[in-house]
């Protein structure tokens, strides 16, 4: 708050008693968007007079913030945050007096995370910020402590891993779409598909495409093919993964998953012509020196043992000298 005036005194722009008139026009040219005061010396000015200190801080903690700036980042990094906390407790390891059935080793579009706690921390500090820069708990609907407090009290269990990733979805920041897909990603773990496959979705239909945005829905695009693919629907499978691949050349990302993708769904669906397809897979994968060995490491994964059988069956492996597929499950 900087130095105050001595009791008795008063500033140079004070008409009467405790009424300075200098932040009063500034603020008056700042709702009308014509302010030509130099910011400096407006700031010198309120760090001196309580009235005026008084004054601004009044008026912003009223004034309905625009969704751009500072606010915006702030519940961005507030979502990406959700978003990180939640990706962590889907891959810590759970307690040993209660083994994890759900294996999450084969979502391979999901980078690794750091700790939880890491998040934990991160995003109690930003729902203070929210807090401190509008001056009110809620926001956009969504009541800043309540969001803390799930934070804080986070656990491995699906129902408050959704819910965390709910309140991401809502405060609608950048980020709120790596929570819409993580969300879809959790239900397909619980076995509650059509729910995960409207997540997905989503996503897809996402307005205002920007790269980043793009290559959040080629995510969802893998995912909705494997998904489609477990529900028996090879053609929608493959279409979904054929439009995963385009758009990650569309912002040139690396096109591994959309392609391991394809080879599975057409090995899979055994039509005329679909292992050649598949072979045609692995070879544009291949031709990148450093795949070969992050393919046999996916394919080395507990979840991918139908992709290795189908892989011996048909001789594929062979073909391009891939290790480890003649390996039991």
């Known amino acids: 708050r900087g130095r105050r005036w001595p009791p008795g005194e008063r500033c140079s722009f004070m008409s009467e008693p405790d009424h300075c008139q200098f932040v009063e026009s500034y603020l008056g040219r700042f709702e009308s968007g014509t302010s030509d005061f130099e910011h400096d010396s407006v ?12 004054r601004m801080s009044s008026f912003f903690r009223v004034l309905e913030v625009p969704e751009t700036g500072y606010l915006q980042e702030t519940l961005d990094d507030l979502t990406l945050s959700i978003y990180n906390l939640a990706k962590a407790l889907m891959r810590q390891e759970p307690p040993e007096d209660s083994p994890s059935k759900t294996n ?3 979502v391979i579009f999901v980078t690794q995370p750091e700790d939880a706690q890491q998040y934990v921390a991160q995003g109690v500090e930003i729902t203070e910020d929210v807090q401190d820069f509008t001056g009110k708990d809620e926001f956009r609907g969504e009541s800043m402590d309540r969001v803390r407090n799930l934070i804080e009290n986070s656990r491995r269990e699906i129902d408050l891993i959704l819910s965390l990733l709910d309140r991401g979805i809502e405060l609608a920041g950048r980020y709120s779409w790596d929570c819409h897909n993580l969300k879809g990603i959790l239900l397909v773990s619980d076995d509650r598909l059509d729910d995960a496959a ?9 307005p205002k495409v920007d790269a980043y945005l ?3 829905q080629v995510h ?4 909705l093919s494997f998904l489609c693919s477990q529900q028996g629907q090879s053609d929608d499978a493959i279409r979904w993964a054929q439009k995963s691949c385009a758009f990650a050349e569309e912002v040139d990302m690396d096109t591994f998953s959309s392609r391991f993708g394809l080879m599975f769904f057409h090995l899979r669906r055994q039509h005329e012509g679909d292992i050649d397809r598949a072979a045609e897979q692995i070879g544009i994968i291949l031709q990148d020196a450093n795949s070969r060995s992050a393919f046999e490491r996916c394919l080395g994964l507990e979840s991918n043992a139908e992709v290795r059988r189908m892989l011996a069956e048909t001789g594929l492996d062979k073909r391009f000298g891939l290790v480890g597929c003649d390996q039991k499950p």
């Open 198 to 206: 409207r997540e997905f979705r989503a996503v897809i239909a996402a």
């Open 104 to 106: 999450h080793d084969n």
């Open 220 to 223: 969802a695009m893998n995912n």
């Open 214 to 216: 793009r290559s959040v």
């Open 43 to 54: 700031s010198d000015h309120v760090k001196l007079c309580s009235t005026c200190y008084d």
